[in-house]
Nanobody, 114 residues
């Protein structure tokens, strides 16, 4: 079955950086569209970024600060986050696919605070 395990979250000061990782298994990773989504406290799920065969795509709020990437040889998905701001605080999920019901991992917490 599909398994997605996120890691790399933590507490960081405003302006800082983090790199999230997602280990994927149980499906054909190299041809799958993959995404990162997040859920801030008290809010709904928000799409962050997608990587597909035809390129990478970002929410306006993270474009220019976040970079999504993948290593197909290792079945890994990444999210490099620079210039973090308090509004980026959320539980970040790796998602296999781009539909609202696509499978996600358990999430990794990112907290941006001074």
């Amino acid at each position: 079955q599909v398994q997605l395990v996120e890691s790399g979250g933590g507490l960081v000061q405003p302006g800082g950086s983090l790199r999230l990782s997602c280990a994927a298994s149980g499906f054909r990773f190299d041809t799958a569209s993959m995404a990162w989504v997040r859920q801030a406290p008290g809010k709904g799920l928000q799409w962050v970024a997608t990587i597909r065969h035809d390129g990478t795509f970002y929410h306006d709020s993270v474009r220019g600060r976040f970079t999504i990437a993948r290593d197909n040889a290792k079945n890994m998905l990444y999210l490099q986050m620079n210039g973090l701001q308090p509004e980026d605080t959320a539980l970040y999920y790796c998602q296999a696919g781009t539909l609202s019901d696509s499978p996600r991992g358990q999430g990794t917490q990112v907290t941006v605070s001074s």
